[in-house]
C-alpha cells in the first residue's frame, strides 16, 4: 500500500465492512462524510430515525443515492423489525405482537408466514433491505429480560420451523433475513446490552437444542447471522463469541458449512466495549470470521474501528485475504438482493398507507 490512492482504497474496502448508526430522521454532514470517504457498507436505523413512512422513504432514498453517486455501491438499509417487544416500524406500518405470541397461538405456521411477507412488503416500499430477525434463541424457563416476547419458545424443534418461515416469507419477497443471536442466549442471564453473560451450557446441549434452529436458518438460506456477545465456556473459555474465532470460524463457518453473512450485534454494547472497547472488539471480530460490524450510535467509534483495521491490514496483523472474503460475501449478498434497486416511489407510500396529499416519484 504505497501510495495516497492505494490507502484511501484499502480504507473504502474495510468501509463495506461497517454497518453504522445515523443520529436523526435525515441525512447529516457526518454521515455523508463517512459514506463518501470510507464507502460504508450499510447503516441500520432506530426510533430516532423514523418518524412516518414518508420521511423515512425519503431517508432511504437519501442514503442508497449518496452511496450510489459516490460509489456505486448500494447500502444494506437494516432496521430491527421482530414485531412485538423490538419493532422499529411503528403504526400506520402494520404492528405484530412478536415470536412468543406467534410461537404459543392458533396456526403459528401461518402467522410466521404473513409476518415475514408484510413485514417484506412494507420495507420494500419505503427502502429498507434487511431485517435483523428473526431471533431463534431457544429458551429454559422464563428468557432474561431483554429476551422476553422475543423467541418462539422452548421447542427447538418449533424455535427451527418457524424461523425458517419467516426467513423464507422475508427473503422471497425481497428482505434479506439475519437469523439471531448465534450460538444462542436461550440460557442468558445477563443482558449483554450492559454487561457479559456467561452460558455454561455443555457442548452436547449447544449442539442439540441451541443450533438446531441455525442450522434449519442455515438450510433455508438465511442471508445473515448475527453473532451474540457471550461466553460460552464450553466453546471458548476467553471470547465472547463475537470475537472468538472457535465459534465463528471453528463451528459456524467450517462445522456448520455456512457461507453467508456474519453480522455482529452492537459493539457498542457493554459486553464488548467494557472489556475490550469498540475499535478493539470490530478488528477482533473480523478476524474471528465476522463479515459486517455494527457500530449502532457513535460514529467516532466507527471511524476508530476503521482506521484500527486499516492499521492492521497495512501492518500484516490482518491479511487482506481476510478482507477479501468478506468483502466477497458482501459482493454476494448485495449483488442477489440489491442489484436493480430502484428509488422508493413516494405515491405508492401514500397509497398503501392512505396519507394525504399528492404524491411526486
Known sequence: MGTTLDLSELKQKIGQL????????????????????YNIGGVILFSRNIQEPLQLTALCRDLQERALKYHGTPLFLAVDQEGGPVARLKEPFTVFPGNRAIGSGDYPERRADEFGRVT???????????????????????????????????????????????????QKNGVMAVAKHFPGLGRAERDPHAELPRISQDLSEIRSVNLHPFRAAIKEGVCGIM???????????????????????????????????????????????????????????????????????????????????????????????????????????????????????????????????????
Not at 432474561?144 to 425458517?164: C, I, S
Not at 460490524?293 to 457513535?298: G, I, P, R, S
Request: glycine share 10%; charged share 30%; aromatic share 4%.
Open 18 to 37: 461497517f454497518m453504522i448508526g445515523i443520529p436523526g430522521p435525515r441525512l447529516d454532514r457526518d454521515t455523508d462524510a463517512l459514506i463518501r470517504e
Open 120 to 170: 417484506a412488503r412494507e420495507m420494500r416500499l419505503v427502502g429498507l433491505n434487511m431485517d435483523l430477525a428473526p431471533v431463534v434463541d431457544v429458551p429454559e424457563g422464563e428468557p432474561e429480560r431483554h429476551l422476553r416476547g422475543r423467541t418462539f419458545g422452548e421447542d427447538p424443534e418449533r424455535v427451527a420451523r418457524l424461523g425458517r418461515i419467516v426467513i423464507r416469507a422475508l
Open 227 to 361: 453473532t451474540s456477545h457471550a461466553l460460552y465456556p464450553a466453546l471458548d473459555p476467553v471470547c465472547p463469541a463475537t470475537l472468538s474465532p472457535s465459534v465463528l470460524t471453528g463451528l459456524l463457518r467450517e462445522e456448520m458449512e455456512y457461507d453467508g453473512l456474519v453480522l455482529t450485534d452492537d459493539l457498542e454494547m457493554g459486553a464488548v466495549a467494557r472489556g475490550w472497547g469498540v475499535a478493539e472488539g470490530a478488528a477482533e471480530a473480523l478476524e474471528a470470521g465476522a463479515d459486517i460490524l455494527l457500530v449502532c450510535k457513535d460514529q467516532e467509534r466507527a471511524r476508530e474501528g476503521l482506521e484500527l483495521v486499516c492499521n492492521r491490514v497495512l501492518q500484516g496483523r490482518l491479511s487482506n485475504e481476510r478482507l477479501e472474503i468478506s468483502r466477497r460475501r458482501i459482493i454476494r449478498a448485495k449483488e442477489r438482493f440489491l442489484s436493480r434497486w430502484e428509488p422508493p416511489s413516494y405515491s405508492r407510500v401514500k397509497q398503501y398507507f392512505r396519507l394525504q396529499g399528492a404524491g411526486a416519484g
